[in-house]
């Protein structure tokens, strides 16, 4: 059973950097069978693909958030990374990692998110 977990600060400042972490157990982020995830649900709104990395690709990333959006991934602790720059309350929301298999958008393993509220 595949598991995800999300960590990292629940409160960033506005112009700063939010970074998250999500460590993976049960399966290895090395395989090149999946993409691993990160997505996010602002407050009263939908599900927002942020980006993705797979074993062998270079990280994939929604284009309205490219600009300032980086992905990585340390294969020895089993874990990839998001950063986000310049943040704005606008970025407030759940995020949650994810794995995908046969595409960008297709998850089937989740994280259970973890709160990111973007305020001085």
């Known amino acids: 059973q595949v598991q995800l977990q999300e960590s990292g600060p629940g409160l960033v400042n506005p112009s700063q950097t939010l970074s998250l972490t999500c460590t993976v157990s049960?399966?290895?982020?090395?395989?090149?069978?999946?993409?691993w995830s990160w997505i996010r649900q602002p407050p009263g709104k939908g599900l927002e693909w942020i980006g993705a990395?797979?074993?062998?690709?270079?990280?994939r990333y929604n284009p309205s958030l490219e600009s300032r959006t980086s992905i990585s991934r340390d294969m020895s602790k089993n874990q990839f990374t998001l950063q986000m720059s310049s943040v704005t309350p606008e970025d407030t929301a759940v995020y949650y990692c994810?794995?995908?298999?046969?595409?960008?958008?297709?998850?089937?393993?989740w994280g259970q998110g973890t709160q990111v509220t973007v305020s001085s």
């Open positions: 994810a794995r995908a298999g046969g595409g960008f958008y297709f998850w089937d393993y």
């Open positions: 049960g399966g290895s982020i090395t395989t090149n069978l999946y993409y």
């Open positions: 990395i797979a074993s062998i690709d270079t990280p």
